[in-house]
């Protein structure tokens, strides 16, 4: 082993440590934006082999998770423009989401949470799921998304709205305001909010 | 009977209604918005399938190549 430049191999080691420790991270993002365990691990998969050939465009010290969550939601995005595929709720892997999930409290099942995010139009979900569960800052899912920050602020209070109003009945008064400017006609027409009906 | 209803809040008044701190707030959230997290949680704390060896054996091989 040559040591001219020590750095640069361990430059990468860090990299693919921490690139591996971001795995779950990814797999969990990617299962929440499309729904699907199979299709949400090859999306990962891909994400990973894209992050691990740009890495030169890493700066090390900077947030691997944000930086990987980008390349994560736009290959999903490009993916769902190229095959305009419906992602489809399948109530199945949804019952299995339910088993694996071990501090189910209360009566919302996990199974009605994916269920509702995935009808939330792309933009609101990624945003709900960055702020919401990510724990990612406004400022951070900005830069993910590729948005302003009065941008991703407004996408996460409209899919907090809306999930209020499937999931809590009892919240239907406290979101007056929201509701209003977000008519329930996009709910009623049911899963892929983008989706277009053939035939 | 708005009448009565403001009464009532003014009784209430005996303790002085303030807006707790962040960290209280954050424990009122909706059941949705924890059930949400658990959702993330669920899938973050799944060990990695078998189809992610060889991605990781790709990794790690790559590393060795040059």
Not at chain 1, 45 to 64: L, S, V
Not at chain 1, 111 to 130: G, I, K, N, T
Not at chain 2, 14 to 38: D, M, T, V
Request: contains cysteine.
């Amino acid at each position: 082993m040559e040591s001219d430049e020590p750095s640069s191999s361990t430059v990468r080691d860090d990299f693919r440590q921490s690139l591996l420790a971001t795995l779950p991270h990814l797999r969990a993002f990617a299962r929440g934006l499309c729904g699907r365990p199979d299709m949400a691990d090859d999306l990962v998969q891909e994400t990973a082999i894209k992050a691990w050939a740009a890495q030169d465009r890493f700066t090390p010290g900077t947030n691997m998770r944000a930086w990987t969550f980008a390349i994560l939601r736009n290959h999903f995005l490009s993916e769902l423009r190229r095959s305009r595929r419906q992602v489809d709720y399948d109530p199945d892997l949804a019952e299995r989401l339910l088993v694996t999930g071990p501090d189910q409290e209360g009566p919302l099942h996990l199974s009605d949470m994916q269920a509702a995010l995935q009808r939330l139009s792309p933009e609101r979900r990624e945003a709900v799921l960055l702020i919401g569960a990510g724990g990612f800052s406004y400022e951070e899912a900005a830069l993910i998304c590729d948005c302003a920050i009065g941008t991703m602020k407004s996408r996460v209070a409209r899919a907090r709205a809306e999930l209020a109003r499937m999931l809590d009945p009892s919240a239907h008064d406290d979101n007056n305001g929201a509701s209003a400017a977000d008519p329930p006609r996009r709910l009623a027409a049911g899963g892929a909010s983008s989706g277009r009906q053939t035939g | 009977m708005d009448y009565a209803l403001r009464s009532q809040c003014f009784m209430d008044d005996r303790r002085p209604i303030r807006r707790p701190p962040a960290s209280a707030r954050k424990e009122a959230q909706p059941g949705w918005a924890k059930g949400l997290r658990s959702l993330y949680n669920s899938v973050v704390d799944e060990p990695l399938p078998e189809s992610f060896d060889d991605l990781l054996k790709k990794l790690d091989g790559q590393d060795h190549g040059k």
